[in-house]
């Protein structure tokens, strides 16, 4: 008790230091909508969030391991809601469920509430006596380890481990996460140091998929808040993608591989110029930009004419620049993806709702913090997902992508 109790009171002013800164239906398709919520209570900027938590990834290295090729898919597709800055799932917890709002987060992998709305026991409650914390960069949690019931959408699953926050710090109008990241990302997070198995694979231990595979469908917005992604458990959504899915290994370069990692290079415009070479790094939908290895950005800063902006942390380009701005090239496998001079700009329609002006234009490619050679030298965030849908497979350990109807869109 009395180490719990020390364990508490280090929490709460590491915290304070970082606020300040900042169903069962086999065979059958599953579906649950993700909203998109903007909220950057306790951070001074996005780019700050996301140098935070990619400060954190790269801290971890654990291994990634390879499963068994999955099998044939019930699909289990379950909206979202687009908040600007995260994707929003509602997700019930007990017997009956008491409904969440969680962020989806492909970057960690422990499902916990309690931020927002407190956990609620029920019938289907279990105790397991550890204690769990896990630290995001821009926050943290602390509390007690459970199993409950969990209920997404029409997929229900048992037994699944599921974290009670007492403090939780950094997640200001939401109640916690759903961690859909690889399973080894839980080992060491509770005091037994087990790993906890993650929805995707309880739900496919479980029989309630056959396959333990995640599509992701996110679209751009210019609105605050909207309901208009679409998570599928079990497989893929067809009509979410124009193109053919084409699928690449999780890298095996660390940290990367301990992540849904990737390896890419990136080039600017019609000549090809070389903003990033090949190299590690990971896609996240907890992430909100698209953050490149700071050499790498100095180039694409170079090409772009963008100017440090000091309210939003982005880069700022003139309306000249932006007509003359090209296409950013993403080289993923044997397949390119072009990522439009559009998709790589701030929805101007929420320029004032991060501290820019009404009508400048803020590029969304911003520095990591840190040179490439670190093994994770770039995070493709939910920006760069937004215009491509998403696939991951964690059985066949590898990662899909396929244009869709958003990936040309002039939206922004």
């Known amino acids: 008790m009395l180490a719990r109790l020390s364990l508490l009171l280090a929490l709460t002013t590491a915290a304070i230091t970082v606020a300040a800164k900042p169903i069962v239906i086999r065979d059958s398709p599953i579906t649950l909508p993700i909203a998109r919520r903007f909220n950057l209570t306790g951070v001074p900027s996005i780019l700050k969030q996301d140098q935070a938590r990619a400060k954190v990834l ?9 499963g068994a090729s999955p099998k044939k898919a019930a699909v289990f597709p379950v909206d ?11 997700v019930g917890v007990g017997t009956p469920p008491t409904f969440y ?16 709305a407190e956990y609620v026991q029920t019938s289907s409650s279990v105790d397991t006596g550890d204690e769990v914390l896990v630290e995001y960069g821009s926050g943290l949690f602390f509390g007690e380890q459970f199993t409950d019931t969990v209920t997404i959408g029409d997929l229900i699953i048992e037994n699944q481990g599921v974290g009670a926050a007492e403090l939780a710090f950094g997640f200001d109008g939401v109640d916690g996460i759903l961690g859909i990241g690889p399973v080894d990302l839980t080992e060491g997070t509770t005091s037994s140091g087990e790993e906890i198995p993650t929805v995707l694979d309880s739900a496919f231990s479980q029989g309630s998929i056959d396959a333990n595979v995640i599509g992701v469908s996110f679209a751009p917005t210019t609105e605050l808040e909207v309901t208009n992604g679409v998570l599928t458990f079990g497989g893929v959504d067809d009509s979410k993608h124009t193109g053919k899915i084409a699928y690449v290994p999780i890298t095996s370069t660390s940290p990367a591989s301990s992540y849904v990692g990737i390896d890419q290079s990136i080039t600017y415009g019609a000549a090809g110029t070389t903003i990033l070479p090949l190299t590690a790094g990971i896609t996240d939908t907890g992430t909100t930009l698209i953050i490149i290895a700071s050499d790498a950005f100095a180039v694409y800063q170079n090409v772009t004419g963008g100017v440090p902006d000091n309210n939003t942390g982005l880069l700022k380009i003139t309306q ?37 002006d009404e009508d400048s234009v803020y590029l969304i490619v911003a520095d990591l913090g840190s040179d490439s050679g670190e093994g994770l030298d770039f995070i493709d965030g939910f920006s760069f997902l937004e215009r491509f849908y998403y696939v991951y497979d964690v059985a066949g350990s590898r990662v899909g992508f396929a244009t869709t109807e958003f990936t040309n869109a002039t939206t922004n």
């Open 58 to 66: 790269k801290a971890r290295s654990q291994g990634q391991g390879k």
């Open 101 to 116: 709002d969680l962020i989806v987060d492909t970057g960690s992998s422990n499902t916990w509430v309690g931020a927002g």
């Open 320 to 356: 000249e620049q932006f007509d003359n701005l090209e296409s950013l090239f993403f080289h993923i496998g044997d397949n390119t993806y072009e990522f439009t001079a559009n998709a790589q700009i701030w929805p101007r329609a929420l320029n004032t709702a991060i501290g820019g």
């Open 80 to 90: 979202v809601t687009n908040q600007a800055v995260d994707y929003t799932v509602s």
